[in-house]
DNA sequence: CGCACGCTTGATCTATATCAACTTCCGTGG
DNA sequence: CCACGGAAGTTGATATAGATCAAGCGTGCG
């Protein structure tokens, strides 16, 4: 979905490692690069002037950061969650390179779409949903983009609470009693970095996602990219 | 800026008239032409099943809604907020004509780039800013947008406080509420759709935009943009 | 004329923030 | 191995921004 996979692993000129809570991109740096994100988590986050904090989105492994649409000073920044491998594609070669390929272009317009599409969702959640659905759709959401081929209910992951609360634009606080809601009533439980689906059905009411195209649509996707693994 | 005034006009197969309050997309239908907006406003929303409503963005005249990424039912709608002219291209006959012009493809992008960018600013908004400041950004985006070469500070637009209520996650009622008190410390009125921007620094300021690279972008495009015509 | 929609204003309620204290976990250095 | 310190998580008390409910006003339109 998210991963394209071609054109900035094709041009690859180096591969960096990022530590933990460092950032890849600080903002303000002028961007002259995308990304392939190898392993390891990163999140997309906005800063308002006074240091409150917004998640704009997260990178995991395989998807693709492209940043080829930007110029000048980087809007936001990219800081890893974990210890992160990225190989990088300076946008100018990425450009050259594009120049003869319509369809990579293609594709790479499709990923773009799809983070706007990923946006709108988050859009959606910080205007019109309870604090509730928001943590119940984020978690879900990820859980999706993980992959929903092998060991179907546990996944291991590495937001911090106050992570989910940058994301969904709520404080810590309320991050951790509706954590433990939703755990209380048996529907998910995220201790220790590991999100336990209790309840799948459940899962996506609590969501309010039942009929949402967004996350059907991703359903619909990781299916299908897993229904191709098996064929491998 | 968010026009590219290229493919889509170039392949127009027919323009089409839609009325104040009507869809030109309705949640769900198949998405299968991008548009170009030639006069009148639109925005896109999303339905929970609740009928919770969360705008996604506005489109005003001359710019384009491009949606070559999209397949399948789509997820969001279009609604005119007043009679609106758009002229269509089918995204089958975009993509084949895209097929050909890398430069074009990536015009396009960059466009979906764009509001991509827009949307990330919405996400900031709804997740980390106050009431006042959301409805200080959004009267600063949208005046912006509209282009700030001619007659300065009063500018007419077709946004309801209820409109504006679904766009930035709040209450009609608070942002009747939230538009008096901008207009009693004498920064903006927003009053009868009729735009009048008194202070723009102060406006400026209760947006918390100073610094704002995404605002700061759009000025700088506008000034460009701005710039360009006077050459004409 | 009357009705619907948009706007305004007041009273009250509530979801979520804020403040504060305490615990648990984990990595680091002695 | 233990002692320490800092980050993450937990829990309670209280505050507040914004929601909800309700009523009334204007105005354009069928």
Redesign the interface.
Known sequence: MLSAGGPVTALRHHDRVVEAGEDLVR??DPVDESFTCLSGWLFTY?L???G???I?GFTLPGEVI?L???T?????GLQAMTQVRVCAASNAAL?RW?????EE??R???N??????L??G???S????TARERVAYLLLELHMRLGTASDGNVRSMPLTQSIIA????LTAVHVNRTLAQLREVGVVSYVNRRLHIVDGQRLWQEA?A??D??LT?LRNDTAASAAKQKLI
């Open positions: 903002p303000g906005y308002l002037e006074d409150r904090r917004q704009l492209s080829i649409g930007e000048g000073p980087a809007p936001f450009g594009l120049r003869g390929r319509c272009s293609q790479l317009m499709l773009v779409s799809q983070h706007a599409t946006a709108y988050l859009v959606t910080l205007g019109r949903r940058d994301a969904l634009g309010g039942e009929r195209p967004l649509r």
